[in-house]
């Protein structure tokens, strides 16, 4: 179903208004890169144009158009297009680039890939991009989760209607005390409740009718009937249950986010796309609301997960897929080689970043392998007899002296990307790398001031940094700031460490681990 006979895009800056067509999902439309701007067509005046959630603003100048620039991401970006009824939507994938001024698209993709197969948690976050995940493990993030709910949810829902419209039933039996002319079946426990009953005059030799003392006794009989409250459904209810608790919480968990969330130059904001979320979920938690209060949950007596349930559930289609889809919205993990869905993912410049810190371990282990390094989560950890360091990712510097050997700063608080520190019978030396996703000399000139504040500004007990040196994917024109004698005298300047060359680790930490 479309909107339109067609919606077409292009450029901002494109001066030759070359219109392209939006082509709807499962097509891939491509062209798209990070930090630039981009214009769609309206089919017509009652549409909006949602990319991640967020409604795309007009045109500052073309009322007309659309206006989209994406942030510091890149991947697959799902963007939809819904009438002001809500009674008709399109789907579009958007395939955003690297900027052309950092690193091309295969060594970026190189990056997410060594990250995942280490450490998935390194790679998700909550830009608009996303990339394939897998599907086991037992790490979890709060909006992986709600991108698994919001894919299998309204599935399972629908599997959930399917159970109400033909639910399993089991036989149960129940003791019933009748008259005993209406008695049509008996069983040993029928019987012996009858030799205590007056009743049992019936049975005398001789009685040829029934004594004035026994009209009125009552039989305890067996009864057989038909009930939904089977080991299924019981298995079923404890799927929804689970679901509709995994609503409320992501709701309250992902409001804290928002709420905490601070502005930034370099994040794409939640805010804007909080809304239409926040509406899922509060959407998702009625349906599941409703379902409870219908047949068959409705008159289930508990929840329970057990063999007998999960072996019914099994041999019947209709259950079998709600179980499935369930267990697909509430799996907890984004580990595995088997891409089944995916999850929204960190900026471009924290991929390089967090690449980075799990290269430069990995430089540490292959080059000064006495030292026995071994990543902890957002660190790495090695000693050597009497000496012991760390390689720290995003450590925070308070704008406050917490004591001897705490790592303060003099001025505002600092989160540098990465400190590496070794202590030795207290004398503890550090040295501050920061990771820049720039490749441009004017860019990796400007980016330098970060190196000049962090040497001036960060402590660790009383002890300023040995050097300050910034991290960046490839050599640039201010190729001065590479020279190690040019770091050792200033105490600041550049490290190469990319993907297609091969780098080495920087001399001030060679020597820092060397002394």
């Known amino acids: ?149 919001r894919q299998y949810g309204p599935d399972t829902v629908r599997a959930f209607a399917s159970i109400r419209a033909c639910p399993r039933r089991d036989l149960s039996m129940r003791r019933d005390s009748v008259p005993l002319h209406h008695a049509r079946r008996v069983d040993r426990q029928t019987a012996a409740a009858l030799v205590r009953s007056p009743a049992i005059a019936l049975f005398v030799a001789g009685a040829d009718k029934l004594p004035e003392f026994a009209q009125n006794c009552r039989l305890d009989i067996p009864r057989v009937e038909e009930t939904v409250d089977s080991a299924a459904n019981r298995t079923i209810l404890a799927l929804v249950l ?36 926040k509406q899922f979920l509060d959407s998702l938690a009625a349906q599941l609301k409703i379902l409870l209060r219908q047949s068959p949950f409705a008159d289930v007596q508990r929840a329970e997960i057990t063999a007998a349930g999960l072996t019914a559930i099994a041999s019947d289609p209709i259950y079998s897929r709600a179980w499935s889809r369930g267990w697909s919205a509430l799996r907890h993990g984004v580990e595995s080689g088997i891409n089944t869905e995916r999850l929204w993912v960190s900026p471009s410049w924290e991929i390089y970043e967090r690449w980075c810190f799990l290269r430069l371990g990995k430089l540490l282990a292959a080059g000064m392998p006495a030292w026995g390094w071994h990543r902890l989560p957002n660190r790495w950890v090695g000693s050597c007899h009497d000496r012991r360091a760390e390689l720290l990712l995003q450590p925070t510097f308070p704008s406050y002296h917490s004591g001897a050997g705490k790592m303060w700063s003099i001025s505002k608080q600092r989160v540098p990307d990465l400190v590496l520190k070794v202590e030795r019978a207290g004398d503890l030396r550090f040295v501050v790398l920061d990771a820049k996703y720039r490749t441009l000399r004017s860019n990796v000139l400007d980016a330098m001031e970060s190196a000049h504040i962090y ?61």
């Open 1 to 149: 179903m479309t909107l339109a006979p067609e919606t077409r895009w292009r450029s901002d800056g494109d001066a030759f208004n070359n219109w392209r067509v939006l082509h709807p999902a499962p097509a891939e439309n491509l062209g798209f890169a990070e930090a630039s701007g981009y214009l769609f067509q309206k089919p017509s005046a009652d549409c909006s144009l949602y990319v991640d959630d967020e409604p795309l603003p007009d045109h500052s100048s073309k009322s007309s158009c659309w206006m989209w620039k994406p942030g510091f991401f890149a991947g697959e970006v799902t963007a939809e297009m819904v009438r002001a009824d809500g009674t008709n939507s399109v789907l579009f994938l958007m395939d955003v680039a690297p900027d052309a001024k950092k690193l091309g698209r295969e060594v970026f993709t190189q990056m997410v890939n060594e990250l995942w197969q280490e450490d998935p948690m390194l790679v998700i976050g909550s830009e608009p991009a996303t990339t394939p995940s897998g599907e086991l493990g037992n790490q979890e993030n709060p909006w992986a989760a709600f991108a698994r709910l």
């Open 242 to 277: 689970a679901l509709l608790r995994r609503t409320r919480a992501l709701g309250e968990s992902l409001q804290g986010l928002v709420d905490r969330e601070s502005p930034s130059e370099t994040r794409t904001s939640l805010a804007a796309r909080w809304p239409r979320r």
């Open 455 to 515: 040497q001036d500004s960060l402590r660790i007990g009383s002890r300023r940094p040995e050097g300050s040196l910034l991290i960046v994917p490839a050599p640039s024109e201010a190729s001065w700031l590479e020279d190690p004698e040019f770091q050792t005298e200033h105490r600041v300047g550049i490290h190469v460490l990319s993907l297609d060359l091969d780098t080495t680790l920087p001399s001030v930490v060679m020597g820092l681990l060397g002394d």
